[in-house]
T-cell receptor, first 117, second 113 residues
Framework: AQKITQTQPGMFVQEKEAVTLDCTYDTSDPSYGLFWYKQPSSGEMIFLIYQGSYDQQNATEGRYSLNFQKARKSANLVISASQLGDSAMYFCAMREAASGGSYIPTFGRGTSLIVHP | SQTIHQWPATLVQPVGSPLSLECTVE??????LYWYRQAAGRGLQLLFY??????ISSEVPQNLSASRPQDRQFILSSKKLLLSDSGFYLCAWSGTATGNTIYFGEGSWLTVV
């Protein structure tokens, strides 16, 4: 079964508007972390934001915020005041504990965001 | 500060030829290291991860292999490439210095012809 589900293959938003990218996850591990990454056309994966499972507050990093709803197992990314440079693929990821104390990160299939002028 | 580099950035290889992609992390010690592959328009598939020198775990059986000869060096290899090996390969690292956030290298585009 998929551990990270991103149901929106593509999203469009007008410049300066806010947009929400959906992510749901599945884990039985009480300690986990959730990440969002941005991948522009150049291919590099850029870390955006992190939310720990025990964090009480939603994470924020500049124009990015993570809407963490633990009971619903969702970790949606909100981008406020979209800019043309936000056009990219966005990946949600989760890390869980693996054997030996290491962490195995799992990625969703991604959402393509296009910002219109 | 910590940095991660991988090379080469792009390569075109004939079917049946060998492959070697190299990844190096600077500014930290004993990182967890990962190799991912991303097929065109797809998500990331974890290929290998390593928690220490000589310790390699394989997630997907295939004709690729990985080695970690030094603490901060991770190598992805193949003895004979297949057409299906084409894709974008990403090396990544994490550790206590990053709060277990995973950071990626620049990526390597491999085309097998």
């Amino acid at each position: 079964a998929q551990k990270i589900t991103q149901t929106q293959p593509g999203m469009f938003v007008q410049e300066k508007e806010a947009v929400t990218l959906d992510c749901t996850y599945d884990t039985s591990d009480p300690s986990y972390g959730l990440f969002w990454y941005k991948q522009p056309s150049s291919g590099e994966m850029i870390f955006l934001i992190y939310q720990g499972s025990y964090d009480q507050q939603n994470a924020t990093e500049g124009r990015y915020s993570l809407n963490f709803q633990k009971a619903r197992k969702s970790a949606n990314l909100v981008i406020s005041a979209s800019q043309l440079g936000d056009s990219a693929m966005y990946f949600c990821a989760m890390r869980e504990a693996a054997s030996g104390g290491s962490y195995i990160p799992t990625f969703g299939r991604g959402t393509s965001l296009i910002v219109h002028p | 500060s910590q940095t991660i580099h991988q090379w080469p950035a792009t390569l075109v290889q004939p079917v049946g030829s060998p492959l070697s992609l190299e990844c190096t992390v600077e500014g930290t010690s004993n990182p967890n290291l990962y190799w991912y592959r991303q097929a065109a328009g797809r998500g990331l598939q974890l290929l290998f991860y390593s928690v220490g020198i000589g310790q390699i775990s394989s997630e997907v059986p295939q004709n690729l292999s990985a080695s970690r000869p030094q603490d901060r060096q991770f190598i992805l290899s193949s003895k004979k490439l297949l057409l299906s090996d084409s894709g974008f390969y990403l090396c990544a690292w994490s550790g206590t210095a990053t709060g277990n956030t995973i950071y990626f290298g620049e990526g390597s585009w491999l085309t097998v012809v």
